[in-house]
């Protein structure tokens, strides 16, 4: 969360405990997930050189993957 209360992620973990920090969020807003069908704020990120979407749905996040 920054200053004024909004969240930022900064890094994601897979349940097998590998972390990737994200290079650089390049987009929020509110739109539902084409593939993993959930609604809530998509952040576009960048993570290791790629385009990702992250989203948050309520307390859950999800990762968009090809």
């Known amino acids: 969360m920054n200053e004024i209360g909004e969240v930022i992620p900064l890094e994601i973990e897979w349940d ?3 972390k990737y920090v994200i290079d650089k ?3 929020k807003r509110k739109v539902t997930s084409t593939k ?9 990120c960048r993570i290791l050189g790629k385009q990702r979407y992250l989203f948050l749905d309520g307390y859950t996040w999800f ?3 090809d």
């Open 63 to 65: 990762v968009e993957v």
């Open 36 to 44: 993993g069908g959930g609604m809530g704020i998509r952040y576009t």
């Open 25 to 27: 969020v390049l987009d």
């Open 16 to 18: 097998t405990g590998a």
